[in-house]
Every structure is written in structure tokens, then in C-alpha cells.
């Protein structure tokens, strides 16, 4: 059987310590980025990987992350947990996923389940239900790392990382207005959640800069697909119906496209339809969907970079909070653009 590949074997060969290795493979910022490099490139070619066992008995760590989402079948989600499982995998942790279902009591009671067990660190979205954040608290308390990604947390100081919803808010409507559409409607999220309030104030502030009046009328709490097929049609059976609607997330789009082709309506040349995610229905719907890439994979590696940088860190090592913010790409497709 071949002999495991350590740590001492890849210092020896680069002529360094066995200490700038782990450091490095740790991604530690006092490490070069061209020593995290070589490092990183000979551990890969030599097929080295962490022995977790004897870690974590040394370092009293499971090498477990906790991923809290509030559903896993959204495609946004699917692809923060593959960007935050490649991140993990390579620096030799394991990811666990807890779906909150959007329960505040479910949230709850998996923060409980972790305060139990023994994980690293946590990464966060949370519940559109959810109202109080002791739960949180008690996870930071209990000394476990912690990091909120797309829906975050304000009355708690973490990392965070989020994508510019309101320039990306903004950047879809004003696509709209410039393809000769003014009565917009925008299907909005709970605005106790700061992605629902940023895409609705991004929204409400390219209809000023367009000099177009807002209308409250036009503007509805519709997160799902359901929901939106009944939205739909009680705004198209308005005397001064929208021929435009920017939805919260591609689904809620998608229902309000079914909807306004149900009732005899064209795609985009009566009624345009927009959304906000880029996930697969948007290539799948008949127009295709125009909407706002969020970059999911890349908000996974991110969080999960923050997340590590914390769990790495020295026994009272002060580490200031961070947000990070992932622009967005407005993706123009068939469901927008009069012919």
C-alpha cells in the first residue's frame, strides 16, 4: 500500500517549514500568495489530503461545517452549496446541510441541534419567517463561528456576503423602461428580509430616475409561483394594466409568465416578464427569461473563505467583520425584447 503523503514530505521537497505548509494550505494571509501557491499546486499533483482523524484529535475539531438554507430545490441555493462544498472539500472539511423549510420554529431547532453536536462553523440564509435571532446568538456565544450569506442577519456582527440587489434591481428595470415599457409591476419579497428591500428600492429608484410615477398599486408581495399566477391575474384585469413585471426570483417570473399567456396575452409583446436569480427555469420557459445572474457558486466560496478564516485563527485573535459584495449581470433573453 503506498505511503500517505504529509505535510513534512511536501515542506522537504520546497525546502520551507513544516509550519509555512500548514499555514499555507490553511490559506493564512501572513502566507504569500506565490508560497500558497507552489504549496497548493505540489499538495494537489502529490494527491495529499488532510488525516482528518488525527487533526481532530489534536486540534479538537470534527472538520464539519453546518450549511443552514431555507430550501434546497431552489437552484440558487443548489449552487451556493456546491461553491461552498469545493471550497470545504479542499481544505479537508465535510459539509452537513439543514434546510429551514422558511420556519423560523425549524431554524430554531437545527441551531439547537448544532449547539449539541460539535460542528466548526456555520453559514447561514435564513428563513424568510424569521423575526428573532437569539438562536444566532446563542451559536455565537457558544464561541462557533458564524457566517450569512444572500439573506443575512443585521442585529448580529458577522461576516457576510451578499450580491448588489439593488444595482441589480435597478439595472432590470431600467432595461425594461429603455425596451418602450412604463407600467411595471414588481412582485416583492417580505420586506423584513434586506434582499426584498434592496431589489424593491432599486426598482422604485429607476422608475424616478426614468421620471415615471411609482404606483403602490403595481407593486405586490409575491414570492412564489403560485402566488404570482393569482397576482397576475388580478393586475391584468386592471383597466390600467402593466405591460411589464420584475419578479423577486425567476419562479414567481415564471408563474407570472404562465399566467399571462393563459389568459391570452403575448410574452413580451403585450406584457414583459423579468426576473431575478438566472437559475435553470429561465432557460426553460417559452420565452426565455430575462433576469439577474447572482453568481451562487461564487457566493459560496466566499462565505466559505470568510468562514475558514475564522475557525483558523489563533486562540484570541482579533478578526474585524466583513461584507463582502458580488456584483451582478443583467441577462437579457426573449421574454424582454419586442421584436
Known amino acids: 500500500m503506498a505511503t500517505q503523503i504529509t505535510i513534512k514530505d511536501i515542506a522537504k521537497i520546497l525546502g520551507i517549514s513544516v509550519s509555512t505548509v500548514s499555514r499555507a494550505l490553511k490559506n493564512h494571509p501572513d502566507i504569500s500568495a506565490e508560497t500558497k501557491k507552489e504549496v497548493q499546486e505540489l499538495a494537489k499533483k ?13 486540534n479538537k475539531k470534527t472538520f464539519l461545517i453546518a450549511v443552514i438554507i431555507p430550501e434546497i430545490i431552489h437552484h440558487f441555493f443548489s449552487c451556493v452549496i456546491s461553491g461552498v462544498e469545493e471550497v470545504a ?14 420556519q423560523y420554529e425549524r ?35 457558544a464561541g462557533i463561528p458564524l457566517v450569512f450569506f444572500d439573506r443575512i442577519c443585521g442585529d448580529l456582527d458577522t461576516d457576510r456576503v451578499v450580491v448588489d440587489d439593488f444595482n441589480g434591481a435597478f439595472a432590470a428595470v431600467q432595461h425594461l423602461i429603455a425596451m418602450g415599457y412604463k407600467r411595471i409591476a414588481h412582485y416583492s419579497a417580505p420586506q423584513t428580509m434586506q434582499i426584498a428591500q ?42 390600467n394594466r402593466p405591460d411589464a413585471i420584475f419578479a423577486v426570483n425567476d419562479l414567481t417570473a415564471a408563474g407570472a409568465m404562465y ?18 436569480t438566472d437559475g ?24 466559505t473563505n470568510l468562514l475558514l478564516r475564522r475557525i483558523h485563527a489563533e486562540e484570541g485573535e482579533y478578526i474585524p467583520t466583513v461584507t463582502k459584495v458580488i ?13
Do not use: W
Open 46 to 58: 502529490l494527491n495529499y489530503t488532510p488525516n482528518a482523524i488525527a487533526l481532530s484529535l489534536r
Open 89 to 102: 472539500n479542499r481544505n479537508g472539511y465535510n459539509v452537513v446541510i439543514f434546510q429551514s423549510n422558511e
Open 107 to 141: 431554524e430554531v431547532s437545527i441551531c439547537q441541534s448544532i449547539l449539541n453536536s460539535r460542528v466548526d462553523g456555520v453559514l447561514v440564509s435564513m428563513a424568510k419567517t424569521t423575526r428573532k435571532v437569539e438562536h444566532f446568538k446563542e451559536l455565537q456565544q
Open 198 to 239: 434592496k431589489r424593491q428600492l432599486g426598482y422604485i429608484e429607476a422608475l424616478k430616475s426614468a421620471r415615471i410615477a411609482v404606483d403602490e398599486e403595481l407593486i405586490v408581495q409575491c414570492d412564489n409561483q403560485d402566488d404570482a399566477k393569482v397576482v397576475t391575474e388580478r393586475l391584468m384585469a386592471l383597466d
Open 259 to 276: 399566467a399571462v399567456k393563459h389568459l391570452g396575452f403575448r410574452v413580451p409583446e403585450d406584457v414583459a416578464v423579468c426576473g431575478f
Open 280 to 303: 435553470v427555469v429561465a432557460t426553460l420557459t417559452d420565452p426565455t427569461l430575462t433576469t439577474v445572474e447572482q453568481h451562487g457558486n461564487e457566493m459560496g466560496e466566499i462565505a
Open 327 to 339: 456584483k451582478t449581470n443583467l441577462i437579457v433573453r426573449e421574454s424582454t425584447c419586442r421584436k
